[in-house]
């Protein structure tokens, strides 16, 4: 093809017709597009082509230059921007447990163990990549949606990091005070947002954090998610008298202790717009260090409801006493979604039968996970019951969708019930290998092979094809249980 005379290649459309076919291609083609010449590089980061940006972190220095070159390249400009930060191994050693470990609390005047280099490194890592992120969106007035999540400071809540540890990566605290700063000259300089979470991070928000957003943003913020206590005595990130500015809130994600009755008596003013969407998580350290005396009470949840007919409620718990989830578990929470974590604590049947009575028409979905050591004594919900609670689950929760249990003894018998009662409408069954048990008359019955039997009787209940989950490790609702509740969370805020 010829223009004058003169061959035109590839190199030589126009920078708006280039713009135009990557509009039409994946990320990944896009980039391998970019390639095939200088021009076409040059016009990969066109601000029309990067809306969103969302990025997946491991915490480890090899990650840092391309972070700094797509930060370089998209943060002043991009309009949603969705950050994971996450050690892919968490290093144990020197006292460094990992989150799953049931690290132990320092008391007031105990000295912390030390913790291994690595973790040390980890750490400084962490904090670097936190601020090149945060540097880069400081003066992005375009911003519309922040979401940071670093799944890291679960183990402060463990007790594993504190500011001692911190102080040996961070001297006089000058990168966190500096990571504090950077965040609030974001929301101070922010004009379009309405979407801000921030999750389980390691010290970014503080109480004063949100002031920084102008009474305009405030005012029309639609999602607000802070999820980021970092249990330092009675700090709380937002008042209710703070909250009485996002009169536009549709969704709304807290730590449980901080969700208090005067929260629930601002959200359901005539002058906020109902809420949809409400994500708590109850932590037992939270519970330690704070107190459940201000949560909300029964006539609370049915003012909320009256005035956000269409709200529903995720929860997670953490370790959380079985005594303790009895006066959480008000009557009137329209409770959609509930996921219990366990290393220490176990759920007792009592609370599942709890929630079967009183959330039979919102819920939908239940995880069960205690992640113990010793595989040979799961505890039995069933245990002298004449109805075992998981069926009661099943048959009283007619929306029910997604059962996942690990950890608890789930019998072959019941699961085969459960598939029975909720069959095709029971989207998502899963159960791990090492907690189904089989009762003695079905492994006496030499004539039918009893795990043959189970798996076919629970596969016609559920109308397809079934198995129990053979590795767990493909599994992140089991292995990575506060990155599967923030994911879900997000998307459960989104469905409004």
Known sequence: MSVCGEAVGAGSLPSELVVHIFSFLAAPDRLRASAACSHWRECLFYPALWPRLRLSLRVSPAERPRLEFLMRKCGWFVRELRVQFAADNYPTGGGGAAAGEGAAVAGDGEVPPPLSPRWLDLLRTYLELVLCVLSSVRNNRNLQKLSLFGDISILQQHGTISNTYLGKVDPDGKKIKQIQQLFEEILGNSRQLKWLSCGLMLQIVTPTSLSSLSNPIANTMEHLSLLD???????????????????????????????????????????????????????????????????????????????????????????????????????????????????????????????????????????????????????????????????????????????????????????????????????????????????QGELADQDVDPVHNFIEQVSLGLGRPWHAVMDIELLSVFTEPTRHFYREMQSFSEGI
């Open 229 to 439: 206590n970092h249990i330092l005595g009675n700090t709380t990130l937002i008042t209710a008298v703070e909250l009485e500015r996002f009169v536009n809130l549709r969704s709304l994600a807290l730590d449980f202790c901080d969700f208090t009755a005067e929260m629930a008596r601002v959200l359901a003013d005539s002058n906020h717009v109902p809420l949809h969407r409400l994500s708590l998580l109850v932590h037992s350290v939270s519970i330690m260090h704070k107190s459940l005396d201000n949560m909300p009470k029964d006539e609370n949840w049915q003012a909320l409801t009256r005035n956000s007919t269409n709200l529903r409620v995720y929860i997670m718990a953490f370790d959380v006493k079985s005594e303790d989830m009895l006066r959480i578990l008000k009557p009137s929470i329209p409770l959609e979604r509930i996921h219990f974590d366990s290393y220490v604590t176990c759920v007792s049947g009592a609370v599942v039968d709890l929630i079967s009575r009183q959330y039979d028409k919102f819920l939908t979905h239940f995880i069960l996970m205690n992640d113990v050591i010793d595989m040979s004594a799961f505890p039995d919900l069933s245990d002298n019951r004449n109805e075992d609670p998981l069926v009661l689950l099943a048959w009283r929760c007619t929306r029910l969708s997604l059962l996942a249990v690990h950890g608890y003894t789930v019998w072959a018998h019941n699961l085969i019930a459960i598939a029975r009662l909720r069959g095709s409408d029971l989207k998502v069954l899963e159960v791990t290998e090492e907690s189904i048990e089989f009762d």
